[in-house]
Structures are given as structure tokens and as C-alpha cells.
């Protein structure tokens, strides 16, 4: 798989769906990649990645950067309160705000350093107890003290069961995110974001299927 075939799969799913397909961003998830299949996304003319980890977002960013314009960094992975403002220096999006302290450093931060990145809740719609997120019952009253706090709060993100139907899950985040008048829906990934764009994904995280099997550091 490519880059180019998924975007044409993308293109392929937004127009089943009766979707425009400038909808729906592609986020390249480049965590543990090499360096050398980074920029060849990046000479291809994507722009928009993802990182699991602040400290490799740091070590690998600030240098893409100095050579290619325009990047976007989202981080999709936990973030602990200690890592929040690296994160904020480097990300344009923070995909995995799921607590209330965390939500209170952000805040803080966002006084002190005056920006702060697009936030999407983490939501952990299989209520599995390993997993961060925001229950499902908790996410109402969680958006309100986010919007309280006057973090920029955009949308919603969610990672399904690995062993339930992925739509039911795309479909639950997508109602709430409506009740919650959230226009974003961070869904999706390499084996089931046609599913998750025919129900309103607009941030789909796409790894392997782009740079190929993760290398080990």
C-alpha cells in the first residue's frame, strides 16, 4: 500500500458516502518510522502526521521542519500533564485530552504561552478498562468543563475494541459528538477508515498501509 492508493481509497469512500473529500484529513501516523520514509511522504506532498510520543514528535520534527513548509503535527497518543507544553510547542492538534487534570494543564498553559493546539476528547466508547478515554456517560459533562476552561475543543476521537464491530463505535462517537453541536471525528485507521468516513470521520489515522511495517528503534 501507498500513499497514493489511500488516497484514492479515501476519495473512493467520500464519494459512496456523499462526501466531499477535502472533508476528511489524512493523518499519516509516522511513529517509529525512519527518517528516510518520512520525507519520501513528505516529497510526495503530504503534510499532516501523527506521533504516538511528545519525545520522538521532538526528536524527529523541528528537523523535517528547517526543510518542508506547511507541516501539521497531531499527536494521537496518551499525553502525560509533564509533556503538555512540548506538546503544545510542536502539535497544531492534541487528539487525547481524557482527564480533568489534564484538561486544568492545558488551560494554564494555554494562559501562559498564549495559543494552544485544537483539542479533540479521547473517548473510550468500549468502556474497556485498560484503555484512556472519557466514558461515554462522563463525555457531556466533560465537553462543558473543557469549553469552560476555554480550551479550543473541535471534536471527538475514539479507538474501537479490536474484537467489536468498528462502525458501532464510529457510529456511537459521531452521535455524541452531534448532541454536543462537535463538528470533528477523529475515527478511523488502516483496516477500517472507509467504514468510519461513510460515518462522518473527518480525521482518519493511517500508518502501515502508507510507510510500510514499523521498524523497531
Request: proline share 5%.
Amino acid at each position: 500500500m501507498s500513499l497514493d492508493d489511500i488516497q484514492t481509497r479515501i476519495a473512493a469512500a467520500c464519494t459512496k458516502a456523499g462526501r466531499n473529500v477535502s472533508d476528511v484529513t489524512l493523518i499519516a501516523v509516522s511513529k517509529v518510522q525512519p527518517d528516510a520514509r518520512v520525507a519520501a511522504v513528505l516529497d510526495h506532498g503530504h503534510r499532516v502526521f501523527g506521533e504516538n510520543k511528545v519525545q520522538e514528535a521532538a526528536g524527529k520534527w523541528p528537523r523535517f521542519r528547517e526543510s518542508y513548509d506547511g507541516i501539521a503535527l497531531h499527536l494521537i497518543g496518551p499525553l502525560q500533564t509533564n509533556k503538555a507544553r512540548q506538546a503544545m510547542e510542536l502539535a497544531q492538534a492534541i487528539h487525547t485530552l481524557d482527564r480533568s487534570k489534564l484538561a486544568n494543564t492545558i488551560a494554564r498553559l494555554a494562559q501562559e504561552m498564549g495559543q494552544c493546539p485544537d483539542i479533540f476528547i479521547q473517548v473510550n466508547t468500549g468502556e474497556e478498562p485498560q484503555k484512556a478515554g472519557v466514558l461515554p456517560a462522563e463525555v457531556d459533562d466533560f465537553v462543558t468543563q473543557a469549553r469552560a476552561l476555554d480550551l479550543p475543543v473541535v471534536g471527538l476521537m475514539c479507538i474501537p475494541p479490536v474484537y467489536e464491530e468498528p462502525s458501532l463505535h464510529f457510529a456511537l462517537l459521531a452521535k455524541m459528538a452531534a448532541r454536543n453541536g462537535l463538528a470533528g471525528l477523529s475515527m478511523g485507521m488502516s483496516a477500517d477508515f472507509e467504514s468510519a468516513i461513510a460515518l462522518g470521520a473527518t480525521h482518519i489515522r493511517v500508518g502501515s498501509a502508507i510507510f510500510g511495517d514499523r521498524v523497531a528503534p
